[in-house]
């Protein structure tokens, strides 16, 4: 990726300076990268990464994704969907990365600063559509693995409205997703007899967003089982619900750069035809 360092004054509107780069897109066309502060939470700033078409500007209302990382609530960073935000902006769609607060990993403490943090982050960004030259009714989540989980999470949980700006996703993009906390599943050391508050599998409701599933069959925190039962409740409750398996796949697999970048190109590709057929490419 070729990278020129440019300074971008009061870029979307409600910045006074950010720093930009021009980066190579996935078919070598240019796009824009930088950052913007959505909070400062104990003395730290949390940032939202973002990628936008070359093309963009702020009165467009362009399809959106905003991605949260994996890292099991205690590790990861949000470059983790760089790559997928280069091929997608490509295509049009402007892309964030959401930054948040990690548990430390010897506590036995929920993801409660987690889901604070992309809740706020989510609420931020469908506040400045305007700005960002996006559709607020077209925003999805993505994520993987403990990123999967707090993406389901905006998408199932009871929406929490701050300042009359919605949480929830219009869509959801799940990569190996740790969205089913019961006993005996990923994450009940940590969420214990608060299923209900933090499971995404537990609060699937008729006014939660489609959404698109990958996994491997060989993953060792998520069995298949668990993500046709999560799928099956969907449909049950009317929703549409895509799951794509890879057999022989561990956890992970979906990642760029990960073998011959061929489960990568799936599942994008993928992403993107299921964005494609809800009607969120505007060319």
């Given at each position: 990726m070729i990278r020129t360092i440019a300074v971008v004054v009061c870029l979307f509107?409600?910045?006074?300076?950010l720093l930009a780069d021009q980066a190579s897109g996935g078919d070598g066309s240019s796009v824009t990268e930088g950052s913007v502060i959505y909070?400062?939470?104990e003395g730290r700033d949390l940032r939202i990464d973002f990628t936008r078409p070359a093309d963009w500007t702020a009165d467009d209302q362009r399809s959106a994704v905003v991605f949260i990382h994996g890292g099991g609530w205690t590790g990861g960073k949000p470059g983790q969907f760089s790559q997928h935000s280069l091929e997608l902006a490509d295509r049009g769609?402007?892309?964030?990365?959401?930054?948040?607060r990690l548990l430390d990993k010897k506590s036995k403490l929920p993801p409660i600063t987690c889901t604070e943090d992309v809740s706020d982050a989510f609420r931020y960004i469908r506040g400045h559509a305007s700005e960002l030259g996006i559709d607020p009714n077209r925003i999805a989540a993505g994520g993987g693995s403990a990123g999967g989980h707090l993406a389901s999470f905006l998408g199932m949980m009871d929406?929490?409205?701050?300042?009359?700006?919605?949480r929830k996703p219009n869509a959801l993009l799940l990569f190996n997703p740790v969205y089913d906390n019961r006993p005996g599943q990923w994450g009940d050391a940590r969420v214990g007899d608060r299923v209900k508050e933090f499971s995404p599998s537990e609060n699937i409701t008729k006014d939660d967003p489609p959404a698109i599933v990958f996994l491997g069959t060989e993953d060792k925190l998520i069995p298949v089982a668990t993500a046709?039962?999560?799928r099956d409740k969907m449909t049950d409750a009317g929703l549409r619900s895509?799951?794509?398996l890879y057999e022989g796949e561990g956890h992970g697999f979906f990642n760029a750069g990960k073998g011959d970048n061929s489960a990568y190109r799936s599942t994008t590709g993928r992403s993107i035809g299921f964005l494609k057929s809800l009607g969120w490419f505007d060319n």
């Open positions: 509107g409600f910045a006074p300076t909070k400062t939470v769609v402007v892309c964030f990365r959401v930054e948040y929406d929490v409205v701050v300042d009359g700006v919605s046709k039962r999560f895509e799951l794509y």
